[in-house]
């Protein structure tokens, strides 16, 4: 390969795996191909399923990076942040990629090969740099929530050096919702509490988290002051990289608000965790049927994601951003996340509805696909399980009163629900 002035290469850890190049004349083309020398090794580890089929493809973008690289970096007021701090337009990500490539998710690193030229037309179109250089907008997670990778340090917690990344996640206030943290923590916990695999978090007051950037540190702390923290589980205790990849990625497909909710359904991703994983299809069922108890609305394409624990094999991630979204709109006008069968609206996901779901992942040629009855049956006896618990959970945790009463109010609109009510 000719490696050109604007040219960075991409490894998982410490295996190069291709590399990324900028062509700059015309309208700016990013170029991804892998090396010969991965394409040949024989314990491969995986940049993403779909490179899986051809190896040799090519992945071309036209400003944005190609859809797998655009997938790992942050959007909204995070991305614009970080692109002043990088000198270029938030539009491109090539650039936005050198910034942030010690510091992505999972194990992918993006390092420049010689120096990068960012002259460019797009460059015309620059906000006015509002953030100093030195500011600590140092980590790439993907999403509009402004969140920031942390490591514990006493009594609080700080950002890490620029590479090294934290072992966890500072998840800050909304300015425009209230109680999202706590309503995180709950969900999260609650989730735990029925079974489902969720990595540790806890509530911590947003001025103990060190290194923010004063343009974000302020946000709503009068209304809300306290940050979710997360552990990360694309870092290990000893903060060793285990790489990830979300299901749009897996898709091939650009981030955007559309397309996350709508590129595929709730069926497409069963099938897909039980060609990958089919040990974890009832937590997929299980998943699924948790985020209808707690009106999650936000279960999108990129909130499901796979964890390569071995570099090599694809596993289902924890579940991770399980937030109660029905706590902040009419219930009635939210729906579920993904398409299961023909239909988005909470009421109607019925038993029939969980039904057809889980015939769609008893695949009669397959050995291993599941019995249709038997999932239908422990998915039963979860959402029975999980409403049971819930009173002495609230109780426990001290959930809102306002909170409990919406989500008793949905369970009673949702037909699959509705029998395992109990009285107020």
């Known amino acids: ?65 190609p859809a797998f690289f655009s997938n790992l970096l942050p959007e909204g007021v995070l991305r614009e942040l970080l692109a002043q701090r990088a000198g270029v337009n938030p539009a491109r990500e090539f650039f936005v990629l050198a910034e942030l490539g010690e510091d992505l998710p999972g194990n992918v690193v993006v390092r420049p090969v010689g120096a990068l ?74 989730a735990r509490a029925v079974g489902l695999a969720v990595p540790d978090v806890q509530l911590a007051p947003v001025e103990s988290v060190e290194g923010l950037s004063p343009v974000l540190a302020p946000v709503a702390v009068s209304r809300e002051p306290m940050a979710l923290l997360v552990r990360r589980f694309d870092r290990t205790e000893a903060a060793e990289r285990i790489h990830t990849e979300d299901f749009l990625q897996v898709l091939n497909k650009h981030p955007g608000d559309k397309v996350k909710y709508n590129a595929a359904s709730a069926e497409w991703v069963g099938r897909l965790v039980l060609a990958l994983a089919p040990d974890r299809i009832d937590e997929v069922v299980n998943r699924f049927v948790f985020n209808v108890i707690i009106g999650n609305g936000d279960a999108h394409l990129k909130n499901w994601m796979l964890r390569y624990e071995d570099g090599i094999r694809a596993s289902l ?57 038997e999932l239908v049956k422990k998915a039963l006896a979860f959402a029975e399980g999980a409403l049971a618990a819930w009173p002495g959970f609230a109780k426990e945790h001290d959930v809102d009163s306002r909170f409990a009463a919406t989500l008793r109010q949905h369970w009673q609109r949702v037909p699959l629900l509705r029998p395992f009510v109990g009285a107020p």
Do not use: C
């Open 1 to 65: 390969m000719s490696l050109s002035t604007n040219t960075l290469r991409v490894s998982l850890g410490p295996t190069e795996v291709g590399f990324l190049e900028l062509d700059s004349t015309g309208i700016e083309l990013i170029r991804f191909t892998t090396t010969e020398a991965y394409r040949a090794l024989r314990s491969r580890p995986v940049l993403s399923q779909a490179l899986e089929d051809d190896l040799s493809q090519t992945w071309t973008s036209r400003v944005r990076a």
């Open 117 to 190: 030229d960012r002259s460019g037309d797009l460059d015309d179109e620059l906000p006015a740099t509002a953030v100093s250089p030195d500011e600590a907008l140092r980590f790439s997670v993907a999403g509009l929530q402004l969140k920031f990778s942390v490591n514990a340090r006493g009594a609080g917690w700080v950002l890490p050096v620029r590479g090294a990344g934290g072992r966890w996640l500072a998840k800050l206030p909304s300015q425009r919702f209230p109680l999202v943290p706590r309503n995180e923590y709950w969900m999260m916990r609650f």
């Open 317 to 373: 991630s924890p579940a991770f951003d399980l937030v109660s979204t029905i706590q902040y709109a009419d219930t009635d006008q939210h729906e579920y996340a993904l398409k299961l069968g023909k239909s988005k609206r909470y009421v109607d996901f019925s038993v029939e509805r969980l039904a057809a779901f889980a015939a769609k992942l008893s695949v009669p040629s397959l050995s291993r696909a599941p019995a249709a009855d």
